[in-house]
């Protein structure tokens, strides 16, 4: 692993929280900084270290619990 970890968590959170606010996709801020963070901290805790992967898994989980949310 060439980044701490926190380092890599933050720096993926940013990724998915910068594309999910430009598309519209934030509804509730605490809520969805959570969810990146929980979702992100777990990936890269089971040996996840690619920052745009762990990103873009984080995008596609959080519309998968919006939908959920909304049925």
Request: aromatic share 8%; glycine share 2%.
């Amino acid at each position: 692993m060439s980044e701490l970890l926190p380092v890599l968590v933050e720096k993926s959170i940013q990724i998915a929280w910068d594309f999910l606010e430009r598309s519209g996709e934030i509804i509730d801020p605490d809520d969805a900084s959570r969810f990146l963070l929980k979702n992100i901290d777990d990936m890269a805790r089971a040996g996840e270290h690619r920052p745009l992967m762990l990103a873009n898994n984080a995008i596609d989980a959080y519309r998968r619990y919006r939908r959920l949310l909304a049925a």
